[in-house]
């Protein structure tokens, strides 16, 4: 059976938990979300299609997928090093009460906030004084992945439009596939500087692709 290297469209599905205590804190299954209090309604559920080799799911279990087969299940223990870091004693800063109730926030313990483009979690709240900790709220743990590769993916049209789902993170774009051309649709009209960034990305990694056209999906709404 062919084993998977970079630069491979797959379909993979996982469940991350704490290697410490086993609390799963990650998962694409449904039922799994939903038997552990993890369920988002707002979030659709199923294995994810990546590229693999460009970041678009954590790098550390990204590495361990290069070389594995397809259609096996296997677990990858990832170090804090390796998952979402170490925790960092520099990134817990105190904060004067103040500065929140200028910006009308209540400061509560659990409270997520963003200062100066770093988002941090609100630790504790004595006096005049906040502990607000901008570690990323995963790290410092270390973690075990259950992973399944369901399948490697060939046709060029899900290629596409996989890859620019995931890295924009919308589920607003169609692609049209003739011989070498992609006709690429989105809601928005995207700026040029955008574009220029996708087609180069994509002509990378889907090489049968050589010319890209970027289109404004239609309206179909009618007076």
């Known amino acids: 059976m062919a ?7 797959i379909q993979v599905g996982y469940t991350g938990k704490f290697k410490e205590d086993g609390t799963v804190f990650d998962t694409t299954s449904e ?15 199923g294995d994810v299609v990546i590229c693999l080799g460009e970041g678009q799911i ?18 990858v223990e990832l ?3 390796n998952a ?19 910006e009308k926030i209540q400061a509560v313990p659990g409270l997520q906030v963003n200062m100066d483009g770093m988002v941090g979690t609100i630790k504790t ?9 901008f570690n990323h709220p995963l790290s410092g743990k270390d973690v075990v992945y259950t992973v ?10 899900e290629k596409v439009e996989s890859f620019l789902k995931m890295s924009l993170n919308t589920k607003d774009v169609k692609a049209e596939i003739e011989g070498d051309k992609a006709k690429i649709e989105f809601k928005q009209e995207m700026p040029a500087e955008m574009n220029k960034v996708i087609e180069d990305k994509l002509k990378e ?19």
Do not use: C, W
């Not at 954590?58 to 677990?75: C, D, R, S, T």
């Not at 399944?148 to 049209?157: A, G, H, L, M, S």
């Not at 404004?216 to 009618?222: A, D, F, G, L, Y």
């Open 3 to 9: 084993t998977i290297k970079k630069k491979d469209f």
């Open 31 to 45: 039922d799994i979300a939903k038997s552990n209090n993890l369920h988002d309604t707002a979030m659709k559920y």
């Open 58 to 75: 954590l790098a550390g279990l990204e590495e361990q997928l290069e070389g594995k087969e397809v259609g096996k299940e296997f677990e």
């Open 79 to 81: 170090s804090a090093e």
């Open 84 to 102: 979402f870091g170490k925790k960092d004693a520099k990134m817990i800063k105190l904060v004067p009460t103040n500065a929140f109730r200028k």
């Open 125 to 133: 709240v004595t006096g005049g004084r906040t502990l607000v900790d």
């Open 148 to 157: 399944k590769i369901t399948k490697v993916i060939t046709d060029t049209k």
């Open 205 to 223: 990694i889907v090489p049968e692709i050589k010319n890209i056209e970027f289109v404004k999906e239609k309206s179909t709404k009618t007076a």
